[in-house]
């Protein structure tokens, strides 16, 4: 007992620290690249065509994973513990930052940092506000205007047949490409990757991880926009 004490002790030490909160976000950060990555693959099967039976290979993709059942609950609570604890270290370390500078720079010299360094604080909240418009929209289906349960196909056609909402998701997934680009790369940064050598590298890395995910997502409506998904 006075063990397990003592390693709950040393860890909420080491997550109360500048070190400890940038590890949580860099590792819960690699967490959400991965399942980005994962659910954009499962989404482009809405571009196959047809299967043996006639049936969307999304919507088969899609009764294959509500048929794991506990494990895919499993995996929701994981994701959405990993998504709390990052958002609650970015503002841990926000507060530590401004407590440490309260006056702010009398000029700000913004050469070294990029856009998306710069807006970071204010693209996570609103990817935060996308991804539960998402959840509303092509998971529950409370916004939607006409959803039908276990018809994926059918709901991101007719999803994104409303411009707003297809518009919505554009500017949604520009924002996360900027975050993301520079997530990756802050991520290496706080797992102690940092080397003039494999700078550059990582930087090319980072912007083709983001560019990947912006217009793999940003291919879904636009193409059912432009009719050539129907």
Not at 17 to 22: A, E, F, L, N, P
Not at 83 to 97: E, G, N, P, Y
């Amino acid at each position: 007992m006075a063990t397990t004490t003592v390693s709950l002790q040393r860890t909420a030490r080491f997550y109360d620290s500048t070190i400890g909160k940038k590890a949580v976000m860099a590792i819960t950060g690699l967490m959400l690249f991965g399942f980005v990555l994962i659910h954009l693959l499962g989404n482009l099967q809405l571009f196959l065509p047809l299967d043996a039976s006639g049936r969307y290979p999304i919507d088969i993709y899609a009764e294959k994973l509500q048929h794991l059942g506990g494990l895919l609950w499993i995996a929701r609570g994981i994701l959405l513990g990993a998504v709390i604890l990052h958002i609650w270290s970015s503002i841990s370390l926000a507060r530590t930052q401004m407590k440490a500078r309260p006056t702010g720079y009398s000029k700000k010299d913004n050469a070294h940092s990029s856009y998306a360094s710069r807006t970071m604080w204010i693209s996570g909240p609103i990817i935060a506000c996308f991804l539960i418009y998402h959840l509303l929209h092509f998971t529950g289906g409370q916004v939607h205007p006409d959803f039908q349960p276990g018809n994926v196909y059918h709901n991101v056609v007719r999803g994104f047949q409303q411009w707003p909402a297809a518009l919505f998701y554009i500017v949604g997934m520009l924002l996360l490409g900027g975050h993301l680009e520079h997530g990756f790369w802050s991520l290496f940064q706080s797992l102690g990757v940092s080397h003039p050598r494999y700078t550059p590298i990582l930087k090319m890395g980072a912007k083709a991880f983001a560019t990947l995910i912006v217009v793999g997502n940003i291919s879904m409506p636009v193409s059912v926009l432009l009719g050539i998904v129907k």
